[in-house]
C-alpha cells in the first residue's frame, strides 16, 4: 500500500473559514497532485508541483493555494471557504521506475461547506 | 486542451459476464494512458499502456492501446461483485506538460450476484 496520507478525511466547515487539507507522501516523490472530484464525476486537475518551491495550477480554475516548501509535503489552503468548494479533494504522488509511472492517491478529503 | 472520454458512462451486469469499458483521448505529446479502480476510497492503479498492440493482463482484467486510433479498453471477463467500482482512465502528457494526468470522466460498473 502507498505512504500517502491526507487529513482530515471528513471536514464540515463553515462559510468564510480559512481551511488547510493536508498531504503528506514518505516515498520521497517529486511529483505531487491535488484532484477534485464531484461525486459521479470525473478527477479535475487543480494544482500540480513537480518539486520543492515548484507550483502551478492545474486545468481547472481553483480558488485554492498550494505550497512545496518540502517533498514530502503538499497541502492547499482555502482562504474563504465557500459552498461551492463542497467536494471530494485527492491528493496523488508520482513514481516512474524502470519507465513505468504510476501515481498514488491519498484516501482523499470529503469537504463540506455549510 | 487535453480531453479523455470514457464510454459507457454506467454499466450492469451480472456475475459472469463480460464487460469492455472504453477510452479515448486527445492529448498533446501523449506519454502513456493509465487504468484505476475506484471504490470507496481513492483510486488505485490497474495499467500503465505505452505501445500499441500489446496487451496488458492481471488475471480477469486486461488492456490494450491503440495509438493511430487514439483508444484503449480494459475487458474484464467472468465479473464478479468485487468489481463494482467506477473505472477511470488518464492519460499522461508530456512535453511541457509532463507528467500531468487527465481523467475521463469514469465508467461505473455495478456487478449483480
Known amino acids: 500500500e502507498a505512504d500517502i496520507y491526507q487529513t482530515p478525511r471528513y471536514l464540515v466547515i463553515g462559510t468564510g473559514k480559512k481551511i488547510t487539507l493536508e498531504c503528506s507522501q514518505t516515498?520521497?516523490?517529486?511529483?505531487m497532485y491535488w484532484y477534485q472530484q464531484d461525486p459521479g464525476m470525473e478527477l479535475h486537475l487543480i494544482h500540480y508541483?513537480?518539486?520543492?518551491?515548484?507550483?502551478e495550477k492545474g486545468d481547472l480554475s481553483s480558488e485554492s493555494t498550494v505550497s512545496r516548501i518540502r517533498t514530502e509535503h503538499f497541502p492547499l489552503t482555502l482562504e474563504s471557504a465557500r459552498p461551492s468548494h463542497t467536494s471530494q479533494y485527492l491528493c496523488?504522488?508520482?513514481?516512474?521506475?524502470?519507465?513505468?509511472?504510476?501515481?498514488?492517491f491519498g484516501q482523499g478529503t470529503r469537504l463540506t461547506v455549510v | 486542451e487535453d480531453k479523455v472520454v470514457q464510454s459507457p458512462l454506467s454499466l450492469v451486469v451480472h456475475e459472469g459476464d463480460t464487460v469492455t469499458l472504453n477510452c479515448s483521448y486527445e492529448v498533446t505529446n501523449f506519454r502513456s494512458l493509465l487504468w484505476y479502480k475506484q471504490e470507496k476510497k481513492a483510486p488505485t492503479f490497474l495499467f500503465m499502456l505505452t505501445s500499441s498492440g500489446i496487451e496488458k493482463k492481471s488475471g480477469r482484467l486486461s488492456s490494450i492501446l491503440d495509438k493511430k486510433e487514439l483508444f484503449s479498453i480494459l475487458n474484464i471477463t467472468a465479473t464478479q461483485t468485487g468489481d463494482s467500482a467506477i473505472y477511470l482512465c488518464?492519460?499522461?502528457?508530456?512535453?511541457?506538460?509532463?507528467?500531468?494526468?487527465?481523467f475521463g470522466q469514469g465508467t461505473i460498473l455495478t456487478v449483480h450476484p
Open positions: 488518464a492519460v499522461s502528457a508530456g512535453g511541457t506538460s509532463y507528467g500531468k494526468l487527465t
Open positions: 496523488a504522488s508520482e513514481k516512474r521506475d524502470r519507465g513505468i509511472t504510476e501515481a498514488f
Open positions: 508541483s513537480y518539486g520543492v518551491n515548484s507550483t
Open positions: 516515498m520521497g516523490h517529486d511529483k
